[in-house]
């Protein structure tokens, strides 16, 4: 348990759909990512987030679309996905300043776009 | 940030110590060396980072050579819970901009009992 909460775990949806990945933690930190990682690759950084503010776009699709309402909270807004988009999300957060910056991440949501 | 060379497999018997390498030759002096691994299918787990000095910790060891170009992590009684992909990340810690990770291939670790 690393205090970083992913919901849903697995998610099946149609190309045609919209459904929104959720993540929340609760230890106080200020800094959130999205990550992405496909079959047999490595993890690829989507979005950053630092108090809020997005300060990170890594050339992803429109049809990702992030969300921060607050430092706890992040979403990821998917409509109109393509089967190539199925993979494992991953959320993480940490802090922002100080000794010790490492991030945790959530368990992932497994989505799968048919 | 600068990039990272791992062996992209190692094995190691269950009970001795795995002792995984990293090149990292483009370090820069303020970019610190962050070890995490991944069991699979869920999300990393961070393990130790350190700067110059060795570091340890309940999981494992870091040790970073004197000119930083590379370093080892060890765990010093590998199980078969150890089993996992471990993952070598050099970054620079920028004020207010958090933990941001560059992962690569990392090194698929099999531990045999």
């Known amino acids: 348990e690393t205090g970083v909460t992913q919901t849903p775990r697995h998610l099946v949806m149609g190309m045609t759909n919209k459904k929104s990945l959720k993540c929340e933690q609760h230890?106080?930190?200020?800094?959130m990512y999205w990550y992405k990682q496909s079959a047999k690759k490595p993890l690829e950084l989507m979005f950053v987030?630092?108090?809020?503010?997005?300060?990170e776009n890594n050339s992803v699709p429109s049809r990702f679309s992030p969300e921060c309402p607050n430092s706890s909270h992040l979403f990821l807004h998917l409509h109109t996905l393509q089967p190539e988009d199925s993979a494992l999300y991953l959320c993480?957060?940490?802090?922002?300043?100080?000794?010790?910056?490492?991030?945790?991440f959530g368990q992932g949501t497994r989505l799968t776009v048919v | 940030d600068a990039k990272t060379t791992q062996p992209p497999s190692m094995d190691c018997a269950e009970g001795r110590a795995a002792n995984l390498p990293c090149n990292h030759s483009?370090?820069?002096?303020?970019?610190?060396v962050y070890w995490y691994r991944q069991i699979h299918s869920q999300g990393p787990q961070y393990i130790i980072h350190g700067l110059k000095n060795n570091e340890t910790n309940e999981m494992a060891s870091l040790i970073i050579t004197e000119d930083r170009k590379s370093s080892t992590l060890i765990l010093p009684h590998a199980t078969l819970r150890d089993t996992a992909v471990y993952y070598c990340?050099?970054?620079?810690?920028?004020?207010?901009?958090?933990?941001?990770?560059?992962f690569g291939q990392g090194t698929e670790l099999s531990v045999k009992p």
């Open positions: 483009t370090i820069s002096g303020n970019e610190y």
């Open positions: 987030y630092n108090f809020k503010e997005q300060t």
């Open positions: 993480a957060s940490s802090r922002t300043g100080g000794r010790n910056t490492e991030a945790f």
């Open positions: 230890l106080g930190h200020n800094a």
């Open positions: 990340i050099v970054r620079v810690m920028i004020y207010n901009q958090g933990g941001k990770l560059i």
